[in-house]
């Protein structure tokens, strides 16, 4: 199996991914957010049909996707060691709950990879790390879930001269947020099959 092919997106339909979970933990003064909300009902919606719910994509996206490669082949000059691709990696202990990680180094580490179309970004990456704090919860998902003790966040901008086209910022596994996480994921998982129940009793609309 291969990332972004029909197999591959039906395999993460109804998941919680790494990708997600930065609105499953959304937060605002009177509680969850509205993307919390949001993100429960298209699980419920995947889970009924089987498959993912279309999402957006602009150029931005698509720019990203046309440079990992390359953004990848950087990370293994610098650092001298290579990475092994996995397609989707489910958890072995949470319900529905699973990534596709953009490489695993070793036995301990992994990589993501961001090439942001906003030079901006990639400036703060390079100053302070900015893209590891934004990524937060999608780099800690993935660490749960692939057993991995750190996380490489890179930010690539081949725009840039040679020495600033690559930021990486390691990220060390952070016990509590994973907790944290893992109790957000059972309880949303519990409200998800709880919805998809009732809308199943609602097929055809109510007579």
Known sequence: MQQRTDEWMRRRAGQFTASRSAALMARTKAGSSSSRAELIMTLAIERLNGECVPTYSNSAMQRGIDLEPLALAAYITWSGTWIEEEAYIASADLPNTGCSPDGLVGEDGMVEVK???????????????????EYRWQ??????????????AISFDPRFPEGLQTAITRVQRDEAAISELRAAIIAADDEVAA????LSGLRWGRP
């Open 139 to 152: 780099l800690q998902h993935q660490m749960m879930v692939c057993g991995r003790q750190w996380n490489d």
């Open 195 to 198: 919805l998809v129940l009732e």
């Open 115 to 133: 090439c942001p179309a906003n030079a901006a970004k990639h400036v703060a990456a390079l100053r302070s790390g900015a893209h590891a704090v």
